[in-house]
C-alpha cells in the first residue's frame, strides 16, 4: 500500500522550481479540531523534503513556506505564533513572516548552493489545527538561480488535507501480487463509514463506497489500484487516496510512443495502433498494425500470417516489391488494381478471371498467348478482330498446292472435326495482248458443303504492268460433315495461260483434321448433292500434314 496524498499543483504564472519538494503530515492524515471550541485543539507537523536533482549546484537565497491560518476550510492553523519552524542545513535560519504568513529559511550568507549532495529537511511542528474539515494550500517559493543569471522566485503548491476525527482509510491490500497474464485479483482494505470511496485503475472508476474487498478479473497488464476516500464540504471537500500494484507476468502492453534501436520481438499478438518505427520488428504470432507504420525490416514467423488490410508505397519509394509469390489462397479475396498494372515476367491466370479491358503492347513483341485450356466468348457477346487472325496448328495446313495447268481433281473430304477449308488462286501469266485483257476467262475454284456451294476466281491474265491477281475465300465445316472440293482450269483459246492454287484446312478446338471420306460418305454426299461424277478421295491429318510445294514464281 502507498499514500498518494498530498497532492502537489505547480503555478502556470511561476518558474518550476529549482530544487524538488516533497511533503508529508504528522499524522497521516492530519486530523480537524474539534468544532466545539472549549476542547483543545488537535496539534499536526508539516514535514518537507529538499533536494537537487541536477548535477549543476542551484544558488538559493531563501525558501518561503506559507501555510494559511485562520478558522475558515482552506485554513490549516489557528495560530501561526504557536508553530516551530526548523531547517537541517547548517548556518540556515528559521523566522515567521506573520503579515505574510509564511515561514521564512535562509543562509547567513545573501545566498547559499545547494547540489546533488545537499538534501534537506523542513520542518513545522506544534501547527494548531483549525476546526474546519477541508483542504488547504501549502506554497512552497524559493529565489534561486543557476551560474551567474538573475535569482528568480519559483513557487509549488501542496494540497493538505484535514479530516474528521473519526475518518481513517488504510491498509489497501492487493492478493496476489504477481499473477498470470488474464488471472484475477482481491482487493481489500479498511475505512470509515463517514466518507464516499472510489476505486480507480485503467480506464475504469468503481464506486466502492459500501465495500470493503473487491475481486477482479481477466487482469492482462501491470496495474495500479487507487482508492480514493472523499470527505467534507462538497465546496472544499478533503481527500485521501491509497494504492496497491499487481505484476502480470508476460503482459499485455499499451504505451504512447514506442522507440526501438535493436530487435523486437513479438512471440504473441501484436495490436499497433499509432504511428510504430522500428528497426527490425519479429512477430511470433499475429500482428495487427492498425496505424502508421515505418519499419527496415519485418519478419513474421513462417509458422504465422501477417494480416494487413491494405499496402501503399510513399514518399519516392510509392511502390509495393514482393521478392517471392503473393498467393491470395481463400474464395472471395480480391486484388483491385486502380492504375497502372505492369508484369515483367510470366504471369498465369489459373482461375476465373474477370476484367473490363486487356490491351497487349502492339509492339512486334506484344501477342497475347493461351498455351493451353481455352477461349470462350459468353452467349450474347461478340469477338472482334481489327487485324490478321492467324489459327495456327502443326505447322502449315495445306492440303494441296499446284500450278492449275497441271489440272486438279475433285476431291470430298470427312470433318473429323470442326473446322474452315481455305481455297486461295493467283494468277500468274503477265501479258502485253490487249485482246487477252478483253476475254472473259477466269479461273475458279469451288468448295461445297452442307448442300452449299461457294466459289472464287481470278482471270487467266493480267496486263503487263499491272498487280497480280489474287483471291481466298474459307468456308466452315462442322464436325462430321463433307466438303467437296474442284476447279475449273481452261485455258484461253491458244494460250498458255497459268496460275497457281492452293487449299488449306485449319482446325478449330484443338480437334483432328480432315480424313479420306468413305465409299457410303460419298454416296450420300452425292445423294444430297445430285452428283454421279466419280471422285477421287484424298486423306490430310494432323499427323501427317501435306507439305506445301515451292511458292509459285510469276510466268
Given amino acids: ?192 463509514a463517514n466518507a464516499t470511496y472510489e476505486l480507480l485503475y485503467g480506464d475504469t472508476n468503481l464506486d466502492v463506497t459500501k465495500d470493503t474487498t473487491k475481486r477482479i478479473t481477466n487482469v492482462k497488464s501491470d496495474t495500479t489500484f487507487y482508492l480514493r476516500g472523499t470527505t467534507g464540504d462538497a465546496s472544499n471537500p478533503v481527500v485521501r487516496i491509497l ?74 519509394y510509392g511502390s509495393l516489391a514482393i521478392g517471392g509469390r503473393l498467393t491470395l489462397s481463400t474464395e472471395g479475396r480480391e486484388v483491385n488494381v486502380l492504375s497502372k498494372f505492369t508484369v515483367a515476367g510470366t504471369t498465369a491466370l489459373n482461375g476465373a478471371t474477370t476484367t473490363k479491358n486487356v490491351t497487349v503492347d502492339p509492339g512486334a513483341d506484344g501477342y497475347l498467348w493461351l498455351k493451353t485450356g481455352r477461349l470462350d466468348t459468353a452467349a450474347g457477346t461478340n469477338l472482334n478482330a481489327y487485324g490478321t487472325v492467324g489459327i495456327i496448328k502443326n505447322g502449315a495446313q495445306a492440303l494441296h498446292s499446284n500450278y492449275i495447268r497441271h489440272g486438279f481433281r475433285e476431291t470430298t473430304y470427312r470433318a473429323n472435326g470442326d473446322g474452315f477449308l481455305t481455297l486461295a488462286l493467283t494468277c500468274l501469266q503477265s501479258t502485253t495482248n490487249n485482246t487477252w485483257r478483253e476475254l472473259n476467262a477466269y479461273f475458279t475454284a469451288y468448295a461445297t458443303t452442307a448442300g452449299v456451294t461457294r466459289g472464287i476466281s481470278v482471270p487467266q491474265a493480267h496486263f503487263h504492268g499491272s498487280r497480280q491477281a489474287n483471291s481466298q475465300m474459307s468456308v466452315p465445316v462442322a464436325k462430321g460433315g463433307t466438303v467437296k472440293v474442284s476447279l475449273d482450269n481452261t485455258q484461253l483459246p491458244g494460250g498458255v495461260a497459268d496460275g497457281y492454287f492452293a487449299v488449306y484446312w485449319t482446325p478449330l478446338g484443338g480437334g483432328p483434321n480432315l480424313a479420306l471420306a468413305t465409299a457410303a460418305e460419298i454416296a450420300e454426299h452425292e445423294e444430297q448433292n445430285g452428283s454421279d461424277g466419280a471422285e477421287a478421295l484424298e486423306t490430310f491429318t494432323s499427323d501427317a500434314p501435306a507439305a506445301p510445294e515451292t511458292e509459285p514464281s510469276p510466268r
Fill in 243 to 316: 494504492s496497491a500494484q499487481v505484476s502480470v507476468l508476460k503482459p499485455d502492453l499499451e504505451i504512447g510512443n514506442l522507440i526501438v534501436h535493436g530487435t523486437t520481438q513479438l512471440h504473441g499478438a501484436a495490436q499497433l495502433n499509432g504511428a510504430t518505427s522500428t528497426k527490425n520488428l519479429t512477430v511470433a504470432g499475429t500482428a495487427n498494425l492498425t496505424g502508421a507504420t515505418t519499419t527496415k525490416d519485418l519478419t513474421v514467423n513462417t509458422a504465422n500470417t501477417l494480416h494487413v488490410r491494405t499496402i501503399e508505397g510513399s514518399g519516392s
Fill in 1 to 192: 500500500m502507498a499514500l498518494v496524498s498530498p497532492t502537489r499543483t505547480a503555478d502556470p504564472t511561476a518558474n518550476e522550481p529549482l530544487l524538488a519538494y516533497t511533503l508529508t503530515t504528522s499524522p497521516d492524515p492530519l486530523k480537524a479540531s474539534p468544532e466545539n471550541p472549549q476542547a483543545p485543539e488537535e496539534r499536526g507537523e508539516l514535514h518537507i523534503v529538499g533536494s537537487r536533482h541536477s548535477g549543476t549546484p542551484a544558488d538559493v537565497q531563501w525558501i518561503r513556506v506559507k501555510v494559511p491560518a485562520g478558522p475558515m476550510s482552506p485554513d490549516l492553523a489557528t495560530d501561526l505564533a504557536k508553530v516551530t519552524p526548523r531547517i537541517s542545513l547548517s548556518g540556515w535560519t528559521a523566522r515567521l513572516d506573520a503579515a505574510a504568513k509564511e515561514f521564512v529559511f535562509s543562509p547567513s550568507a545573501g545566498h547559499a548552493p545547494i547540489g546533488p549532495d545537499t538534501g534537506f529537511t523542513i520542518q513545522l511542528s506544534e501547527i494548531p489545527v483549525n476546526r474546519k474539515v477541508g483542504t488547504s494550500p501549502i506554497t512552497i517559493t524559493e529565489s534561486s538561480r543557476t551560474g551567474s543569471s538573475a535569482f528568480q522566485s519559483r513557487t509549488v503548491a501542496f494540497n493538505v488535507g484535514k479530516f474528521p476525527a473519526d475518518f481513517y482509510l488504510r491498509n489497501l491490500i492487493c492478493t496476489p501480487l504477481v499473477i498470470n497474464n488474464g488471472g484475477d485479483v482481491t482487493l481489500t482494505w479498511e475505512r470509515s
